[in-house]
């Protein structure tokens, strides 16, 4: 599977036109490493018994010190620097082209291993076992090399694999995707953007271009359109796998700013007080008896802020707006409930709006 970032380094620097695979098998798992841990445990017992015949490569934050494999200092160099300097580790299984071309680069198969965008104890895990695998005594044991790879650059390549895995398996199951016209309404598009404006209006700092900004309930990508307009490119989230490979395969949603995710579960498997702006253009239809369901999204939303965050939802009803303010308020967040009715449509009829 490709990983762009990585796909265009591996071939600039190695030569390798790469295959890349994950150690898990949804983006959550990301968050705790579940099999990536166990699996560079047992390749430290491999290296120890000699068995490891893998090239490798070190995954290096941009600007930081290259690793020295031959100071006698260089085990302890590691230990003290791993945390500070390493996003991943990537395990090569190279195949040589068999074309008798040499300008055609070789081929291989690459697992990588990344806490970039696990949690705190996850990441203490990964980078006890790395110098295991990394110190003088061991990489020299096999060909190593150093590539520099941003976090934030990582972290696209990670979204844009699992994105493109589940694109690809709608795709091969035969789901039926309806064209673009049929799928995507001008005038939800622009009742979407005359709510950022109306928005703007009282608060002209909301949605600054080039903003930090997670869209939740994102759907098809249907008002991320509006979004792009506004020179904002957010992290796209939706629980609906289908509604997500729908805006995929139109290139509506981008593969490296998509998750499928249970908006329940934000702070669980993303860091907190990330964004500056979480934005739910209508949310779901909120009854009394999925209320509370609704209610943890909320909350959840405002663990994603920033201090001094701004929060947007839009929803059909009035009392749907209310029910989410006075949740909210009970919980330290106050906001108010803006009218934005008009006679075209239905959509993003109520606004609540926070800051936090």
Known sequence: MEMSNLSSLFLQKLGIDASFYLTEDNFAAQRFLYAGIPQLEELVEMRKAGQFDFETVLLLHENAPMFDKNPADTDEFIRRSAQAAITGFVMIERQPSASNDPTLPDTGNCLVFTPVLSDAETKSAFYAILPNLISKSAVLNCPTYQIEIS??????DIREYYSKNALSFFKESGQFIPSYDSVYSPARVSKAAATIQKIRETEPQFLEPQSTVLEICCGNGMSTLALYDENVEPICIDINADDICIGLSHGVLKPEKTIIMDATTLSRNMSVEKFETVIGFMIGTIYEFNKNIWFSIADEAVKMLKPG???L???????????????????GMVGEIIDNRDDETNYDSWIYFARK
């Open 151 to 156: 976090p934030e650059d990582l972290a696209d």
């Open 309 to 311: 965050g701004f929060l």
């Open 313 to 331: 939802f839009t929803l059909r009803e009035e009392h749907e707006a209310k029910w989410i303010a006075e949740h909210l308020k009970e919980n």
